[in-house]
């Protein structure tokens, strides 16, 4: 058991919070700059996944299953978000011809 925790740990866990804030800031700029929805979609998923990773692997360095199955949560809700994200864009485009998020003002009353 101890050397397979050694392996897992064998890259230094400064690596995977580093990683985890560089794809975590793409995510933020995608949503704060981009105007296409399903881009916008894509960079949550990317924030999404930055965290899942820090907390795999916090969860590893502290010897803890609790953040990997909380991972597993997370990443079930982002299916369910994914599938009824994607079926609202459908419904925008079948109406507006557009996936910008600024056509999405039209649909107002």
Not at 3 to 11: E, K, S
Not at 31 to 37: D, G, K, M, Q, S
Not at 72 to 100: H, K, P, W
Request: no cysteine.
């Amino acid at each position: 058991m101890g050397d397979i925790t050694q392996q897992l740990q064998g890259v230094p866990l400064n690596h995977y919070i580093w990683l985890s804030t560089i794809i975590f800031t793409i995510g933020v700029i995608g949503v704060l700059t981009r105007r296409n929805a399903i881009v916008i979609f894509m960079s949550v998923e990317l924030m999404l996944n930055a965290v899942n990773l820090l907390l795999t692997a916090f969860s590893v360095h502290s010897n803890d299953p609790s953040g990997q199955i909380f991972v597993f949560f997370i990443m079930t809700l982002a299916a369910a978000e994914v599938a009824i994200g994607l079926s609202i864009i459908v419904m925008v485009y079948r109406n507006t011809q557009s996936t910008d998020v600024n056509v999405l003002n039209r649909l107002k009353w």
